[in-house]
């Protein structure tokens, strides 16, 4: 092979900076949920074809990635289609399994598949990359990590106001406090549709208040009548959800412009009963944003979304779902859930250079190899920093000192250790601290307790 | 859809105390890779199928899962192959990507593809998962992790001796010191074959000793008689590597049998250098063991090999690869590396009950819900418990006592706090050790304190 060898388009190798700083974000939020009592579970990459079919929409079907029967995958396949080069039904008969799209849906199949092994309310968290074949381009990937967060088999809307919580942990652990956490809840948005007499148009108005970000309020006014809304209503609608301010005032004033309308109660206090839940320093930070739609059918209550000034997406979401592991055959569980977009996050932490400097120090001390005889020394010492807890290595060739010095360098050391013929001999070490410049001579028996207290 | 959903034969779902369980693991390995020095990367589950094709022998090119391109993937196939249903050539023209089938391949890619951006020796682990369309069996699996970790760019002995250390510590760290770390050398192999005159069928030679622990001496002997392999060289061959013991006797005769193999010198003196760069306490441990072969042919110097006597199969193992990325195009970059199999190191330390128990504690404090009013104590104190590092949740809803409790007792929860109507009136709290059975009454405020002492 004489090309430079690559990758498939859409996905990454991360190199080793790349990979502790991803591993920062994962192990933050992962302590995190597991303060909260939240569990975790894994699912296979290959879920069957038709778990996941159906499920996303005709477009999301498109974006699955099918997998290749393995052996002789053709001989069932029928012949006319193979004529035609029917490509679309051809696939379905020689491919069985699917890489996961999302984590949601298997969740579900997940939670019906083990419904007798779990205690239900069920609280698990989940890590895992998902793929799909849309056209890469700036910030979209055709293979990257979600990490989702469920409470399923309780409708208590406790769970809302502790995902809020969560989502404040996470990411005031992560450095970003200052994030915009916006709520709303689809039954007040459902009340807006009823008040303003656009019941039966709802879905295609959450999808046109979906885009007020993008298009802003002249587009979506402009998509609502192109699909046949009704002008007074949609009129109506705009004006409701512009209403901002103070959150109870706002859920009052709300309140006396869709009177009549039992759904819009339901969520207006729904939003209340979630918003005292939350402790006063959660409390404050918590938007209620009525232009929060999200797009996705099957959110039945609260919409959650997280953003920041800083970045053009949203970087968490998710909301309340009535009815997702009904599917699969199993009725009545509600469940509630955010999702961390990991992908976005280290975007924007790179950006703000949130990570810890400590991140990128590989290993904390690098001992100089300059022979046989004194890597001897430089072996034991090693091992004894990292029994004390001190990562160490030493340099495995006897290369130039120039070039040792380069690898402690690129590789962030903070400590050269050097044991020369003439260290050797005395049972000395010289120690170079990388951070300051300063470079002491001691007794190696010192070694361990000089890096210690450099490092406390 | 009416029947239970299921997933793909050879995959699993991972239930909380599994994933846990799967979670230390890579936890303990992880820590130890880094306290020597070794960063991690990620590669792309999806690698373009010629990067994998023809790597991993006939076999295995079978099992490599391909994944359909997307689109109108028929358009461009050969209508004689469709016609004639000619499953192996047209896998080749609807498919551009395939799943990694295991970490070394991609690693070499990775390496030659990034060479520009790492510093060598580069000294990195991976822990991803692989999948192979083999035939699901007992202990195998269609997706598995490996858990890898190689020096590249150096073909110092020291990092040989390295991974040793770095196999005992990761073992010693998951109760498992009682490991059997066996070496050879594949000089020392190739010296014997050499001087019992089957230099040319050394492959085959290997291959059949790799059967040892399998088929017996007596099979081995069989397989190299049936591969016309001479019978007087086999019996030598046989004779030789059955030299056990106090390790230097044993290399003195060794290089007493195979006088004038300059190769089987080489490997000798390999043995010597890695053994004596070991700390004592690791080198005690470590054996050499000439029938030690390891069928994978880009082995060329060490051959390391972990297993256990609880165990039939081996859980770790290696070796020294002097031109792995030579198929990329990078000449001259000699590796060494060792690959833990995390199933079966799961597998075996479940068999000896070896996982902390405090694993399966999902969180250590449940408030139950006594009601609206009793539950906002309750969610107050959980996040004081939280501050303090405790991990605490709050039942969701308001259910019956016994439900509550149940919950409590199948999480593994340690302690349950219990805020009634009577305990919210005085501030009170009554906290039940679910371990003890102990039940004590407390004042709120005391709560933290009291539960620090129980834990400490």
Not at 143 to 159: K, R, T
Not at 368 to 377: A, C, I, R
Request: glycine share 8%.
């Amino acid at each position: 092979m004489a090309n430079k060898p690559s990758i498939p388009k859409g996905t990454r190798d991360f190199l080793p900076e790349q990979s502790l700083k991803r591993q920062f974000i994962f192990d933050t939020a992962r302590k995190v949920f597991q303060q909260f009592g939240y569990v975790p579970i894994e699912t296979p990459a290959m879920e069957n074809l038709d778990t996941l079919l159906g499920k996303y929409g005709e477009e999301g079907d498109k974006l699955i990635y099918k997998i290749l029967n393995n052996g002789d995958f053709l001989a069932k396949a029928s012949e006319e289609k193979l004529a035609n080069k029917d490509s679309q039904s051809i696939a379905f008969e020689i491919s069985d399994r699917a890489l996961r799209y999302d984590l949601t849906v298997p969740f579900a199949r997940f939670v019906v598949q083990n419904q007798n092994e779990l205690s239900f309310p069920f609280k698990r968290y989940q890590i895992q990359p998902v793929w799909r074949a849309d056209r890469p381009q700036k910030g979209r990937y055709r293979e990257f990590y979600q990490c989702d967060v469920d409470v399923i088999g309780s409708n208590s809307l406790l769970s809302e106001a502790e995902l809020l919580c969560i989502i404040d942990e996470v990411f005031t652990n992560l450095g970003l406090s200052d994030v915009r956490i916006r709520i709303n809840n689809r039954k007040i948005l459902s009340g807006i549709a009823a008040s303003a007499g656009m019941s039966e148009h709802f879905q295609s108005m959450t999808v046109a208040i979906d885009k007020l970000d993008k298009i802003g309020v002249d587009g979506v006014k402009e998509e609502m009548l192109r699909n046949g809304l009704p002008e007074a209503g949609v009129k109506k609608v705009l004006n409701l959800i512009k209403l901002k301010g103070e959150v109870t005032a706002t859920l009052k004033m709300l309140a006396g412009a869709v009177v009549g309308s039992e759904e819009a109660y339901k969520g207006i206090d729904e939003v209340k009963v979630v918003l005292k839940a939350l402790p006063e320093a959660v409390r404050e930070k918590v938007e209620l944003d009525l232009t929060l739609a999200r797009g996705l059918n099957y959110y039945t209550g609260a919409i959650i979304e997280v953003g920041h000034d800083d970045f053009p997406s949203s970087i968490c979401g998710g909301g309340r779902y009535d009815d997702l592991t009904g599917i699969f055959g199993l009725k009545d569980m509600s469940g509630v859930g955010v999702s961390f977009g990991a992908d976005r996050i280290y975007d924007l932490m790179e950006e703000k250079g949130l990570f810890p400097e400590t991140l990128k120090a590989s290993s904390q001390v690098l001992f100089v190899n300059f022979g046989k005889d004194e890597v001897m020394s430089a072996i034991h010492l090693a091992a004894d920093l990292r029994t004390e807890g001190i990562s160490a290595e030493v340099y495995p060739d006897e290369a130039k000192m120039k070039k040792q010095m380069k690898y402690a360098n690129d590789k962030g050391v903070r400590f050269v250790v050097i044991i020369g013929e003439e260290e050797f001999k005395l049972k000395k070490a010289t120690v170079k601290d990388m951070l300051s410049g300063d470079q002491d001579s001691l007794d190696q028996k010192e070694l361990i307790s000089f890096i210690n207290d450099k490092l406390s």
